[in-house]
């Protein structure tokens, strides 16, 4: 007798959710923190040539070097620290979890924060320690202490700004984890372009601090493309982990050109927050609806009743995350993405519609 999953499968396995990625074809699609904008059409016309004579019968680059020089200027990655690059930062934070999960290794985050910090976390075997925020989703100072000091975690992920939240975590108390963590400090910094704060000018400073970034919401998503960057010491380690190739020809290609003309990139950055303080005020003007404060491109929401308001949205086509359920800081939450001025208005009309209803 052969045996199916139930006896094969890893039983914390067979016990997660899968990522579930909603259809959204026809929708206005404010779910998943893309920047809505499209490149220009000269970047456009660049990218076709460069596309059309890349040499796609040829494995890519192993190294990325191009690339890799390309986002150390546009990152600005201090001088002696190095970059090691993922299909996207989840692919990073596989690495990073694989790389320190020995038995009995534990990861630490915060909760609410990015769901793939714990879901990666289970798939490498590590035991995932979520400690959580504070009411106004601030991290709890106290709480965090007692928790490194209990578990002295491999690993500490912190995304700053947070995601589903949009805050940043108080700067002092970023910097008092990383300096009482055993282990390696993650600063997963996607949402950078929104935030203007960075820690990665202390790389030099802390040992132990590794600053993530992505493409993905500076309007590059379909790219997958993510970098790591902190001390060649420990990206020399963590690179056996990554898989051979694993940046292909087209991203390696078109990432470096887009980079090229990161002013396009910023200057739809400075449209998304122009937009996020619009959507902002008008969302704090609805009835029984409370925005929090977001450094990202995202605003978190709460309403009366979120599950009857995002099924009633989505009805009129249009599809924010629904974050009721996932943690007791985020009951009747909503997440909408901030998108262009006409996409943010049919996002206002809807809810205003759906909440009355
Ligand atoms: C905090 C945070 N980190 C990483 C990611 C994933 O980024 P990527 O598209 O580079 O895998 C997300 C995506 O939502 C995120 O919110």
Known sequence: MTKGPEEIIRDEIRALKAYH?????????????????????????NIARIAAEAELNRYPDAAAAALSDELRRAFGVPAGMDVLLGNGSDEL????????ARPGAVILGVEPSFVMFRMIATFAGA??????????????????AAAIERHQPALVFLAWPNN???????????AHVIETAPGLVVLDEAYHAFAGKSFIDRLPRY??????RTVSKLGLAGLRLGALAGAPAWLEQ???????????????????????HDRVLTEQARAIKLERGRLHEALALLPGVKPYPSEANFILFRTSNAERVFGAMKERGVLVKCLHGSHRLLDNCLRV????????????????????A
């Open 21 to 45: 990625v909603p259809p959204a074809a026809g929708m206005v699609k404010l779910d998943a923190m893309e920047n809505p904008y499209r490149l220009p059409e000269d970047l456009r016309a």
């Open 93 to 100: 934070i596989q690495v990073l979890a694989l790389a320190v």
């Open 127 to 144: 035991r995932y320690v979520g400690v959580d925020l504070r009411e106004d989703f601030q991290i709890d100072a106290g709480r965090m």
């Open 164 to 174: 589903p939240t949009g805050n940043l975590f108080d700067e002092d108390l970023v």
């Open 207 to 212: 040992r132990n601090l590794l600053v993530m």
């Open 238 to 260: 963590l690179a056996k982990v990554r898989l051979p190739y694993n940046i292909n020809v087209l991203t390696q290609l078109i990432a470096a050109e887009v980079l090229r």
């Open 337 to 356: 993405t901030v998108g262009t001025p006409g996409e943010n208005s049919e996002f206002l009309t809807a809810l205003e519609r759906s909440l009355a």
